[in-house]
């Protein structure tokens, strides 16, 4: 029996409105749309439970906080939002403003920290900057990195294990590793890794791995730099190269990972097709898994967030301006379980840089 759809819904947005990322905060979710609204739903219905409207001008970013109870906007008007759907959500439970009024473009979060990078709007160099808020105090940035990217940074992540270290990837086609304890940014960039293509995507695989997807669908996984030194680029563990060839595609959406699934998985769309496809990835040479096909997406549209709820359901959003909640068979489930966590494949923590203190900056 294949996947199937459970609900979907267009959570009252006008016509026109597509929506883009996903986020889950405990039991409460929400995705942010092209009006500029933030809602939030509830399943399995999938039935709207609020709505922000002009949660920000020029709405671009929504994440989980990192107390898993609230969620964290942004928007190219240069704030950052706290938002705690428990309330009746009359206003932010908190704003950060970047100090430039620039945009803001990727957002990340680790304990009080919030990690924001700002978007270029100029044709060729721009000047833009990762930025680092203490939300014990603030009024201002703790940390401003700005000379290690020239153009709008697109992804921000915190390590799993070690949180001073903060992962950002650009337009400008570099992946930069960062230890925010320190900060002096010429000292505190540890790494640079350079998959020579603008960045959709980026994030830790493991303790001491990094995947990169391009925004030409180029796939590559970097082992971190031991010494910690920016001189050693380290030669990437594994090119897939053009992912559209391999999984037979149109694009890739993202890489999900979440603590339910035994491996991170690889999601990608078919436009023509109207497929939206899962495949795992196993380790230790990240081999393709089992793939699993949810028919009909959201039809011809592009589906742009893709968000596992547990690992028998997950949540999809589009340009078609629907959120739609699926089930994953039990006989695909098993399937997928089973090649997501082959007998001895289960990852180590393979020394990543042992001992370093967690994020104090005072």
Request: some cysteine; proline content about 6%.
């Amino acid at each position: 029996m294949a996947p199937k759809q459970l609900a979907s819904s267009t959570l009252g947005s006008p016509s026109n409105t597509y929506f883009f990322t996903l986020a889950k905060a405990g039991q409460h979710f929400a995705t942010i749309g092209s009006d500029d609204s933030l809602r939030f739903f509830d399943l399995p219905t999938v039935e709207i439970t609020n709505e922000v409207k002009g949660a920000h001008s020029g709405l671009a970013c929504l994440t989980a906080g990192a107390d898993a109870t609230t969620f964290v906007s942004a928007g190219r008007d240069g704030r950052v939002r706290v938002w705690d759907p428990r309330t009746a959500i009359k206003s932010p439970n908190l704003e950060l403003i970047e100090p430039k009024s620039a945009g803001i473009s990727a957002v990340a979060c680790a304990g009080n920290f919030i990690a924001a990078g700002t978007e270029s709007t100029k044709e060729g160099l721009g000047d833009v900057s990762v930025l680092i808020y203490d939300m014990r105090s603030p009024a201002q940035p703790i940390r401003s990195y700005a000379e290690s990217h020239t153009d709008t940074i697109t992804q921000l992540a915190w390590h799993p294990t070690q949180s001073n270290l903060l992962l950002s990837g650009s337009t400008d086609g570099l992946v930069s590793i960062f230890d925010a304890n320190i900060p002096e940014e010429e000292d505190a960039l540890m790494q640079v890794l350079n998959p020579r293509s603008a960045v959709h995507c980026a994030g830790f695989l493991t303790d001491d791995q990094v995947y990169t997807l391009s925004t030409d669908e180029q796939f590559s996984v970097y082992g971190l730099d031991k010494t910690g030194t920016t001189e050693e680029e380290p030669l990437p563990a594994h090119q897939f190269g053009d992912l559209r060839e391999k999984l037979d595609c149109m694009y890739v959406i993202n890489v999900a990972q979440q603590s339910f699934l035994p491996n991170p998985v690889v999601a990608f769309g078919h436009n023509v097709n109207q497929t939206l496809s899962l495949v795992p990835l196993q380790d230790p040479n990240w081999s393709i898994g089992s793939r699993v096909d949810l028919p009909g997406a959201h039809g011809e549209e592009v589906v742009r967030d893709i968000l596992f709820v547990d690992a028998a359901t997950t949540l999809t959003c589009g340009e078609d301006g629907h959120v739609r909640y699926w089930s994953l068979s039990p006989s695909d489930t098993a399937q997928q379980d089973e090649s997501l966590a082959a007998p001895g494949l289960k990852k180590a923590k393979r020394n990543a840089k042992k001992g370093i203190e967690r994020f104090a900056p005072y």
